[in-house]
């Protein structure tokens, strides 16, 4: 008995080709609107819809596959008696493959100056239909939706027939399909009503699956979102090294998190998804130099992000040190040859900054926190002790902000020159991270500028900043105690500024 595909799809690459090698294995095929067209056109013998419904395309194809010739034929059990008889009484022939892939929704989307009207005409609801048909039928139908498949279909057929192992991954990867597919739409008109969902659905494609997780005995995987994020790093492009681990891909986009901060010329190296040196510099040599002498020792084995081009001194600079990862706008000829005789460094070309930022999303034991993007670094800045800031100190404050935010708390940041001398991170209290900042700066603390993600609850971290010398103070204020610490600052000659911001970061 002939065998029937059902061939209707949006993107058409390679699908002649699959058709020709269903023709070849017996199969009869049947065809829709424009697939049925791009068929016919290179040489594949081809049925039309309408000739199985006996029924019109109709509202401007929203409905042509909709229709118990089809549906019947694909979800009728072979061998049921019950179903047998429905199939006869009704004149219905089995669909026995069904090869469908979805409007572009997604990417329709993405589209500069796409109307909404666009957006929704490239809802499909038949290709879905279709696709959910053939996929609950698995046992006597195989539904292929991804381009990839094509050929081990025809591999299979070539020793004669899809077996039912194939044909149940391929119906469970239709309904990770037309979920991800049905997510994404939901997605859209949330995000444009500005509607929280009693029930949300996010969908991600696997990128990579990873050699491990944090830790050797942990497995782990990558998945991505479809969106245009900035700096995304799935969006960058890898020029040499081997594959990222979990951890790097954490460290990277932590790294990538920052530089989004900047506009001007900025290096950031970051060690654990903490900054230990972050500088801005004329050039990309000066930005890096800065940030490696901010921690010379921290930076080993670190991540580096820079928004400029590696030129041959930059290179030459960094193949000194043991570097994981360099992720910059790009690379000159001679600085990449520099760079890639180092066999494991992983060097990645960013895509283009855009400033766009979605929600942020963490897992949580039983559940997911989802929250908007921190892209906020004051709502104001306010002098609140005698002695003010001067026009270079505002420019520190501004600068300490933008790497506090992205500094675990409790955090604090020590800067000068846009260059940071002293970070504490993570710690129980906030005077301890104080310490460790401070320590850190030593001599070079003295009229810096020392940036806090959070209020001063008492005293002690002003008075200890005094005596590295400190000049100014950033912080959010909102402590009761707020006097305190403004007096405290009065008393040893230290300006304060309130941001009316908090960057906490756990």
Do not use: W
Not at 63 to 74: A, D, E, M, R, S
Not at 139 to 160: H, M, P
Not at 406 to 414: L, M
């Amino acid at each position: 008995m002939t065998k029937r595909a059902l061939i209707s799809v949006s993107d058409k690459t390679n699908i002649v080709e699959f058709a020709k090698g269903l023709e070849k294995y017996g199969y009869e095929i049947i065809s829709t609107g424009g697939t049925f067209t791009h068929l016919k056109n290179n040489g594949v013998s081809c049925i039309s819809i309408e000739d199985i419904t006996h029924f019109p395309e109709i509202l401007e194809g929203r409905v042509k596959t909709l229709h118990p010739k089809i549906h019947g034929g694909l979800l009728s059990k072979r061998g049921n008696k019950l179903h047998n008889k429905h199939i006869e009484e009704n004149n219905i022939e089995y669909i026995d493959l069904v090869c469908v892939n979805l409007y572009p929704f997604e990417q329709t989307v993405k589209k500069i100056g796409v109307t909404e009207e666009e957006i929704i005409e490239n809802i499909d609801i038949g290709g879905p239909s279709m696709l959910r048909s053939a996929a609950k039928n698995f046992n006597d139908v195989v539904v292929v939706t991804d381009i990839a498949d094509y050929d081990k279909i025809l591999k299979e057929l070539e020793n004669g027939s899809i077996s039912l192992p194939t044909r149940r991954s391929l119906a469970i990867k239709v309904f990770n399909t037309t979920a991800s597919y049905d997510a994404a739409i939901a997605n859209y008109f949330n995000k444009k009503d500005n509607l929280v969902p009693k029930k949300l659905t996010i969908s991600y494609k696997l990128q990579d699956t990873l050699r491990y997780g944090e830790n050797p005995h942990q497995k782990a995987y990558h998945y991505v979102q479809n969106n245009n994020e900035s700096y995304a790093l799935h969006n960058a492009v890898q020029l040499h090294g081997k594959a990222m681990s979990y951890n790097n891909i954490q460290d990277a986009s932590a790294a990538l998190d920052i530089l989004n901060e900047f506009d001007e010329t900025t290096c950031i190296a970051v060690k654990h998804m903490n900054p230990c040196g972050v500088a801005v510099g004329k050039d990309v040599f000066e930005a890096y130099s800065r940030a490696y002498e901010a921690d010379p020792i921290s930076i080993y084995g670190g991540i580096i992000a820079i928004n400029g081009v590696i030129d041959i001194r930059t290179a030459e600079k960094m193949s000194k040190t043991f570097l994981e990862i360099i992720l910059a706008n790009d690379y000159e000829k001679e600085a990449l040859d520099i760079l890639t005789k180092k066999k494991n460094l992983r060097i990645y070309k960013l895509s283009e900054k855009n400033n766009n930022s979605v929600e942020q999303i963490k897992s949580v034991r039983g559940g997911i926190l989802v929250q908007d993007f921190n892209d906020k670094l004051a709502d104001e800045y306010m002098d609140v002790t005698y002695k003010k800031i001067t026009a270079e100190q505002q420019k520190d404050i501004e600068f300490g902000l933008k790497v506090v935010k992205h500094v675990k708390s409790n955090a604090i940041v020590v800067v000068k020159n846009s260059q940071t001398l002293g970070i504490g991170a993570g710690q129980m209290n906030r005077v301890g991270s104080c310490k460790i900042a401070l320590d850190h700066a030593g001599e070079n603390a003295k009229g810096a500028i020392l940036a806090s993600d959070a209020y001063f609850p008492m005293r002690d971290s002003v008075d200890l900043a005094a005596k590295y010398g400190i000049s100014a103070i950033v912080q959010p204020g909102g402590s009761i105690r707020d006097q305190e610490s403004i007096d405290a600052c009065n008393e040893k000659g230290v300006a304060m500024v309130f941001s009316k911001i908090r960057h906490f970061k756990h």
